[in-house]
């Protein structure tokens, strides 16, 4: 089964000591395509270098809400360099963090909005990153009045009532490790809500390391634990995998490959 993980972050620090062995483990366990997402600017420069060295890697660029204050003035003409890099598919990641709040919230505000704005400018589709804030983002977007770019809702943590809203917006739904926790009901409902072919399955990794193997420092090839918890969710089984992620064809996610505009796996 070929398997895709919309959003890692190998150029990590985490992964300073072994990457290459993680990159072969990938190719190994079937990852056929990844997308390593920025942070901010020094990092969105990493992904990019690692989607130019490996062909089964994409990018995405962006500041990060935790990394809002620290934006420079110059920063929406470095991305919008980066973003004209035919490896680089996605503004992101960028949103709300009211868990956190390592940023100001008007300085995560201003940096958002600017960059849906760049997004729209550029035709690119955002990765949000939306924690303890999606009143703010929605009422944001709704702000917008129609006016919204394409886009993934990155590790939702959102109610099923609001991923039905982001839905009717046209947004992908991304789901990570936390669906496999024990804890997992609400995020479990929000996923029953979001037709197959707008579901989409990551890692975070090195974040939220799935069920069985919580406690590890996390990597794409566990993507496929993500992927058999839907399966389960949706109550796929056995072959039908590969209508969560249709790896029996040897393409990723239907989803995947349209949120990003990546090409169809070839073998």
């Not at 089964?56 to 929406?76: M, Q, S, T």
């Not at 919580?214 to 209508?243: C, M, W």
């Amino acid at each position: 089964m070929i398997l895709f993980d919309s959003h890692c972050h190998l150029d990590d620090e985490r992964f300073d000591a072994d990457r290459e062995e993680t990159v072969a483990r990938m190719r190994e366990g079937g990852i056929g395509r990844c997308v390593c997402v920025g942070s901010d600017l020094a990092s969105s420069e990493r992904c990019v270098a690692l989607a130019e060295k490996y062909d089964f890697i994409y990018a995405a660029a962006g500041v990060h809400p935790h990394e809002a204050k620290d934006a420079p003035a110059d920063y929406l003409e470095r991305l919008r360099v980066l973003l004209a890099n035919p490896r680089v598919r996605a503004l992101g990641e960028i949103g709300l963090d009211y868990y956190y709040d390592l940023s100001p919230r008007d300085a995560q505000k201003r940096v958002m909005s600017e960059q849906i704005d760049l997004a729209l400018e550029t035709d690119m589709p955002v990765i949000f990153h939306i924690r303890d804030a999606h009143g703010d983002v929605f009422g944001h977007l709704k702000s917008r009045g129609g006016r919204l770019p394409s886009g993934v809702i990155h590790c939702c943590s959102a109610s099923a009532e609001m991923v039905r809203e982001y839905l009717k917006m046209g947004f992908y739904i991304s789901f990570a490790g936390p669906i496999t926790f024990k804890n997992a009901a609400g995020p479990a409902a929000a996923s029953r809500e979001v037709p197959l072919d707008r579901l989409l399955i990551e890692t975070d990794s090195p974040y939220l390391t799935p069920v069985p193997l919580r406690g590890r420092r996390n990597e794409p090839t566990y993507v496929r634990y993500v992927l058999e918890k839907q399966a389960e969710i949706h109550g796929v089984d056995g072959a039908g995998r590969g209508t969560v992620q249709s790896g029996a064809t040897g393409n990723p996610l239907p989803g995947e490959r349209k949120a990003y505009g990546i090409p169809r796996h070839r073998g």
